[in-house]
């Protein structure tokens, strides 16, 4: 077996600059279309809040109305309760940044909503505009808490079985 070399020239100074700016304007180039295209939702503040934003662990209380782009109204609640988690994905993100009082205008993409599946009367590859108020928020743990409460109130209120029964008149 035979090895063969073959002789190399050396790159000029000027070729390896160019090497290396062209590398960069490829990162900057990647870079850039990372973080722009239609995995960005738009948020708008109409009316801004006050105090901390909901976690993805918490449960909110929102006023919405949700349209396509044709206007279509496809949804609209005056109270609903949402775990942020159990949402879509660009509404949770949405949900994240609001504060309780707030009214916001949010743009969801089709990759940060439904994607491509049609869900009810929302077709597929549809973005989403809504119309959001944060009227409230709670953690997991104080709905753990108010619903334990409210389960002891109903239980003294039946006379259950272990429900300390009322002092006697006399």
């Not at 609209?76 to 949405?94: D, R, W």
């Not at 940060?112 to 409230?136: C, K, M, Q, R, W």
């Not at 709905?143 to 259950?160: D, K, L, S």
Request: glycine share 12%; charged share 15%.
């Amino acid at each position: 077996m035979s090895v063969t070399t073959v002789p190399l020239r050396p790159v000029s100074k000027g070729g390896l600059w160019l090497m290396w700016i062209g590398l960069i304007a490829l990162l900057v180039a990647g870079a850039a279309f990372a973080f722009t295209g239609t995995s960005k939702i738009g948020f708008e503040t109409v009316k801004a809040g006050t105090g901390a934003s909901p976690t993805m662990g918490d449960v909110v209380l929102v006023k919405y109305e949700g349209k396509l782009d044709d206007g279509t109204v496809f949804d609209a609640n005056e109270q609903a309760p949402m775990q942020v988690s159990q949402v879509v994905p660009g509404f949770a993100e949405a949900l994240t940044r609001m504060q309780k009082g707030g009214k916001y205008k949010i743009v969801i993409p089709p990759a940060l909503g439904y994607g491509a599946h049609a869900n009810g009367p929302i077709p597929a590859n549809s973005t989403l505009h809504f119309t959001v108020e944060l009227i409230d928020f709670k953690t997991e743990a104080e709905i753990r808490a108010m619903q334990q409460m409210m389960q002891q109130q109903q239980m003294q209120q039946q006379g259950a079985p272990g429900a300390p029964a009322p002092a006697p008149r006399q």
